[in-house]
T-cell receptor, first 116, second 114 residues
């Protein structure tokens, strides 16, 4: 089973709202990722968690706050977003994220976020 | 700087035609992955190529990894409308401390008309 699940599927929020995106995997993977994707563009990496610790933050604005409660779960807390933050937010997981080794990443279906 | 150059960016063909998508780099990769993504969905992993010169087949799709592990290609035979989607190549360069970061090509948007 290579399934990564994400909820909600769609989210519409105002610029003053606080919401959270959730991601779950049960493959025993120790690395989890958040990506942002605009239409017809490749995913852009936001955060990487390795063994439940944040290992990469790609200079993402603080209005995006990631959290990894355990090895199977990954959250992305959203607060005071801007309309330009509207995008498809993808979660992914991989077996590991070792320094020089490239592991296959498995993606969830994404959350379509619209900021009004 | 784009580490993986993918071409063409757009491809619009008729059902039954053949096509090839290219993914090139000046860097050596330990492996390359190919994904297909449909609108509003997450990328789905199609294949991983690991060994230089490797050829993998997935029904009508043939994937090749260059001998020097700097390039890869995806060939589709007798394309069907169901092949429509965004094709992405991605990988981790061999001598870069990437901490699991995947480098993506810009993607090829394929449309197959019936």
């Amino acid at each position: 089973d290579t399934e990564v699940t994400q909820t909600p599927k769609h989210l519409v929020m105002g610029m003053t709202n606080k919401k959270s995106l959730k991601c779950e995997q049960h493959m025993g993977h120790r690395a989890m990722y958040w990506y942002k994707q605009k239409a017809k563009k490749p995913p852009e990496l936001m955060f990487v968690y390795s063994y439940e610790k944040l290992s990469i933050n790609e200079s993402v604005p603080s209005r995006f706050s990631p959290e990894c409660p355990n090895s199977s779960l990954l959250n992305l807390h959203l607060h005071a977003l801007q309309p330009e933050d509207s995008a498809l937010y993808l979660c992914a997981s991989s077996q590991d994220s070792d320094k020089g080794v490239s592991y296959e990443q498995y993606f969830g279906p994404g959350t379509r976020l619209t900021v009004t | 700087t784009q580490l993986l150059e993918q071409s063409p960016q757009f491809l619009s063909i008729q059902e039954g035609e053949n096509l090839t998508v290219y993914c090139n780099s000046s860097s050596v990769f330990s492996s390359l992955q190919w994904y297909r993504q449909e609108p509003g969905e997450g990328p789905v992993l199609l294949v991983t190529v690991v060994t230089g010169g490797e050829v993998k087949k997935l029904k009508r799709l043939t994937f090749q990894f260059g001998d020097a592990r700097k390039d890869s290609s995806l060939h589709i035979t007798a394309a069907q409308p169901g092949d429509t989607g965004l094709y992405l190549c991605a990988g981790g360069p061999r001598f870069v401390l990437h901490l699991g970061r995947l480098y993506f090509g810009r993607g090829t948007q394929l449309t197959v008309w019936p």
